[in-house]
């Protein structure tokens, strides 16, 4: 079992760049959550979802999209980024909203 | 938001002794979970205890959960320096099916 991987590790980008970070996960898991992290400000929810083709807002979901077009993979885009997206991106995954959720190893993410 | 909050912000203690982390939150939860964080790592479930429990056990950590106070403690016991790390609370919400809050956790460092 891989549990939750991430992709890429590491990007830099220049501002109004686009791209896409690519989460799986090979646990079966229906809940699966996209999440930033600052100093200083914990973990943030972007988006999550709560099933294939589901896909729901979290607490900073501005300047962000995604998709969950299969089961095992969830992915999260920057449209145009900006400077302020400059950060440690974190996907998760979980069996229910409750459970305990299973975090991969992280995207640092820095926009010029 | 039901944000938990972790107390203190930062700790530094000796090997050997105990390290004792608190989360309040504000609205009333099914459980609170713990977390912990390595450097650079994604983080990591540590427990996980139901609002009808007062205390949990695994291993070294201790875990308290005070409803009427809206509360719970972490205590680490004979800490070690692979002990160093950030620590965070999980909330989730009594109704409703919204994912878990996490706080902006404790930084723990363990001198050897």
């Known amino acids: 079992n891989a549990g939750v991987t991430q992709t890429p590790k590491f990007r830099v980008l220049k501002t109004g760049q686009s791209m896409t970070l690519l989460c799986a996960q090979d646990?079966?898991?229906?809940?699966m959550y996209w999440y930033r992290q600052d100093p200083g400000m914990g973990l943030r929810l972007i988006h999550y979802s709560v099933g294939e083709g589901t896909t729901a807002k979290g607490e900073v979901p501005d300047g962000y999209n995604v998709s969950r077009l299969k089961k095992q993979n969830f992915l999260l885009g920057l449209e145009s980024a900006a400077p302020s997206q400059t950060s440690v991106y974190f996907c998760?995954?979980?069996?229910?909203?409750?459970?305990?959720?299973?975090f991969g190893p992280g995207t640092r993410l820095t926009v010029l | 938001s039901q944000q938990g909050e972790e107390d203190p912000q930062a700790l530094s203690i000796q090997e050997g002794e105990n390290a004792t982390m608190n989360c309040s939150y504000k609205t009333s939860i099914n459980n609170l979970q713990w977390y912990r964080q390595n450097s650079g790592r994604g983080l990591v479930h540590l427990i996980l205890i139901r609002s009808n429990e007062r205390e949990k056990h695994s291993g070294r950590l201790r875990v308290t959960l005070d409803t009427s106070k809206k509360s719970s403690s972490l205590l680490i016991t004979a800490s070690r320096a692979a002990d160093t790390a950030s620590y965070f609370c999980a909330t989730d919400a009594l109704s409703g099916n919204t994912p878990l809050v996490f706080g902006k956790g404790t930084r723990l460092s363990v001198i050897a």
């Open positions: 998760a995954s979980s069996t229910g909203a409750y459970n305990e959720q299973f």
């Open positions: 646990m079966n898991h229906e809940y």
